[in-house]
T-cell receptor, first 115, second 114 residues
Framework: DAGVIQSPRHEVTEMGQEVTLRCKPI?????LFWYRQTMMRGLELLIY????????DSGMPEDRFSAKMPNASFSTLKIQPSEPRDSAVYFC?????????????FGPGTRLTVL | AQTVTQSQPEMSVQEAETVTLSCTYD???????LFWYKQPPSRQMILVIR??????QNATENRFSVNFQKAAKSFSLKISDSQLGDTAMYFC???????????FGPGTRLSVLP
């Protein structure tokens, strides 16, 4: 299995531009999570999906952020317009729920820099 | 809301020595799940060990073991025979129940010194 795949691995953009981060979860996993990691705030959950349906988006910082999961094998996190304070590492993770002790598998992350 | 606290922002240990990382959490749930994740400089998040709250026996994975104290809401990680490759950020995580999301602590940066 290839694991959770994220693209791009690095993104540098200018303030005001639209940014789209992509994630392919592990096949068969029914949960997908988007996290943001910064030095100041640590690892924050932004949103998570179950069977492609958003369950909790209370961590999405503001309306500039949106996430979609059109099918079981693909999700996007979009920031429009981007701001310098959005600079962070964004992780996607997936999990197959089988009864409790379910490991959450993380992708390698996307390092976003907004100038 | 559940919270996870890791009171040691940074720690260091000599190679081959033993180190314990602390984690406490706050919950009113009776059953839940606890995890330790490791994030080396490559930034890949890697599961180290996991524990179900209803199991009294402490989980062990090779050199890694936990001391789970349910009444004290404490879940510390012990690393024995520390190796240079153990240098990483370590995150404690709590999952309230089946199918719920994780709540992560702020992390402890561990340096293993030669």
């Amino acid at each position: 299995d290839a694991g959770v795949i994220q693209s791009p691995r690095h993104e540098v953009t200018e303030m005001g531009q639209e940014v789209t981060l992509r994630c392919k979860p592990i096949s068969g996993h029914d949960y997908l999570f988007w996290y943001r990691q910064t030095m100041m705030r640590g690892l924050e959950l932004l949103i998570y999906f179950n069977n492609n349906v958003p369950i909790d988006d209370s961590g999405m910082p503001e309306d500039r952020f949106s996430a979609k999961m059109p099918n079981a094998s693909f999700s996007t996190l979009k920031i429009q317009p981007s701001e310098p304070r959005d600079s962070a590492v964004y992780f996607c993770a997936s999990r197959r729920t089988s009864g409790g002790l379910d490991e959450q598998f993380f992708g390698p992350g996307t390092r976003l820099t907004v100038l | 809301a559940q919270t996870v606290t890791q009171s040691q922002p940074e720690m260091s240990v000599q190679e081959a020595e033993t180190v314990t990382l602390s984690c406490t959490y706050d919950t009113s749930e009776s059953n839940y799940y606890l995890f330790w994740y490791k994030q080396p400089p490559s930034r890949q998040m890697i599961l180290v060990i996991r524990q179900e709250a209803y199991k009294q026996q402490n989980a062990t994975e090779n050199r890694f073991s936990v001391n789970f104290q349910k009444a004290a809401k404490s879940f510390s990680l012990k690393i024995s025979d520390s190796q240079l490759g153990d240098t990483a950020m370590y995150f404690c995580a709590f999952m309230r129940g089946y199918g719920q999301n994780f709540v992560f602590g702020p992390g402890t940066r561990l340096s293993v010194l030669p």
